[in-house]
C-alpha cells in the first residue's frame, strides 16, 4: 500500500517505509475494513462526522478511513470534527492546522461544557458521564447540521472490552460498546470502525507518523477512575497471558443465550426436552493461541 510514494493521501506523507510499519498499516487496515463490512456500516453517497479529540486513535481513525476512501473501497464522504469543549490551555490551532495541512475537510466547533461539568460535577467525583453526554449532544447536533448519516468515534478494542468489564464489575450487566448503533432519537447512526483494532496498534501507528497528539488534560487528570483500574487488570492479565484481550474478545462475538442466565434472550421456561439439538462437544478441546 506504499509501494508508489505518489499514490498516497496526504494523512501518509513521510510515513516510515519499515516493513514493520507496512504490515502494521496493512493490518490495521484491514481490521476496519472487516468490522465495517462485518457490522453493514457503508451506505453509499451517505456523509460521515469523522469525531476528532487529537488522540491517537482518533487520528488513526481519520487516516484509515481516508485510506480506504482513497482506494475506492468506501464511497461516503467524510468530515472531520473537532469538538472544542473550553478546557484551559487546549491547544486550539493544533487541530485546524493539520487538517488544512492535510486537505481534509472539516469542521471545528467551539462549546464550552468545561465549565458545565466543573459546575455540576461535585467534587471528588468524575467527570467523563457528564462531559462525554455534552460531547454527544453536540456532535448529533453537527450530524445533522452538517446532513450526516453517521457520527463515526475512534473507540477500538480495548475501549470495548474496558467498558464490558466495568459494565459487569460496576454496572451489573453484559454489555459492550457495540461497533454500530442508531442514536435515541433514531435518525442517526454511531459507528465504532476501529472496534476490531488493538489500542497498541493505534499507538504504534500514531508515533510512527508524528501526528500531533493532544491529550485529555480534563479527564487524565484524575486517579482512580474505574477504566483505569480495570485496564491494568487487563493489562496484568495480558502480560501473563500473552493474546488474553484477543481471547476475551472474540468472547463477545461468540455469545450463547442459552448459557447465561437472561430469560429474555432465552425462554428457559418454555424449555422442554427433546425440544433443543445440543450442540457436539469435540472430543479435544482445540488450544487457544
Given at each position: 500500500m506504499?509501494?508508489?510514494?505518489d499514490d498516497i493521501h496526504p494523512l501518509f506523507h513521510g510515513?516510515?517505509?519499515?516493513?514493520?510499519?507496512?504490515?502494521?498499516?496493512?493490518?490495521?487496515?484491514?481490521?476496519?475494513?472487516?468490522?465495517?463490512?462485518?457490522?453493514?456500516?457503508?451506505?453509499?453517497?451517505?456523509?460521515?462526522?469523522?469525531?476528532?479529540?487529537?488522540?491517537?486513535?482518533?487520528?488513526?481513525?481519520?487516516?484509515?478511513?481516508?485510506?480506504?476512501?482513497w482506494r475506492g473501497l468506501l464511497p461516503v464522504d467524510l468530515l472531520a470534527c473537532n469538538l472544542d469543549q473550553g478546557q484551559p490551555g487546549f491547544p486550539a490551532t493544533v487541530l485546524p492546522e493539520f487538517l488544512e495541512r492535510m486537505g481534509v475537510p472539516h469542521r471545528i466547533e467551539y462549546q464550552d461544557t468545561y465549565s458545565i461539568v466543573m459546575d455540576k460535577v461535585p467534587a471528588g467525583r468524575t467527570f467523563c458521564a457528564?462531559?462525554?453526554?455534552?460531547?454527544?449532544?453536540?456532535l448529533y447536533r453537527i450530524a445533522r447540521e452538517e446532513g450526516c448519516s453517521a457520527v463515526?468515534?475512534?473507540?477500538?478494542?480495548?475501549?470495548?472490552?474496558e467498558t464490558f468489564f466495568m459494565n459487569l464489575f460496576h454496572g451489573g450487566r453484559l454489555a459492550t460498546m457495540?461497533?454500530?448503533?442508531?442514536?435515541?432519537?433514531g435518525d442517526l447512526f454511531v459507528y465504532r470502525p476501529l472496534a476490531h483494532?488493538?489500542?497498541?496498534?493505534?499507538?504504534?501507528?500514531?508515533?510512527?507518523m508524528q501526528y500531533p497528539i493532544i491529550p485529555c488534560?480534563?479527564?487524565?487528570?484524575?486517579?482512580?477512575?474505574?477504566?483505569?483500574?480495570?485496564?491494568?487488570?487487563?493489562?496484568?492479565w495480558e502480560k501473563n497471558s500473552p493474546g488474553r484481550r484477543q481471547v476475551m474478545f472474540?468472547?463477545?462475538?461468540?455469545?450463547?443465550?442459552?448459557?447465561?442466565?437472561?430469560?429474555?434472550?432465552?425462554?428457559?421456561?418454555?424449555?422442554?426436552?427433546?425440544?433443543?439439538?445440543?450442540?457436539?462437544?469435540?472430543?479435544?478441546?482445540?488450544?487457544?493461541?
Open positions: 506504499l509501494d508508489d510514494a510515513a516510515p517505509s519499515s516493513t514493520e510499519f507496512r504490515k502494521l498499516r496493512k493490518r490495521i487496515v484491514r481490521h476496519t475494513r472487516e468490522a465495517i463490512e462485518q457490522y453493514g456500516m457503508i451506505e453509499r453517497g451517505t456523509r460521515w462526522l469523522v469525531c476528532l479529540s487529537g488522540g491517537k486513535d482518533s487520528y488513526t481513525l481519520l487516516a484509515v478511513l481516508h485510506e480506504l476512501k457528564l462531559c462525554s453526554r455534552l460531547r454527544r449532544g453536540n463515526v468515534l475512534g473507540h477500538h478494542r480495548d475501549d470495548i472490552l457495540p461497533p454500530k448503533l442508531v442514536n435515541e432519537e483494532v488493538a489500542e497498541e496498534d493505534c499507538e504504534k501507528f500514531a508515533r510512527a488534560d480534563l479527564c487524565g487528570s484524575q486517579d482512580g477512575l474505574q477504566r483505569q483500574q480495570v485496564k491494568q487488570i487487563l493489562d496484568g472474540r468472547a463477545l462475538m461468540n455469545a450463547r443465550p442459552s448459557h447465561l442466565l437472561d430469560p429474555k434472550l432465552f425462554d428457559f421456561a418454555g424449555l422442554a426436552r427433546g425440544s433443543v439439538e445440543f450442540e457436539q462437544i469435540p472430543d479435544e478441546i482445540p488450544k487457544l493461541r
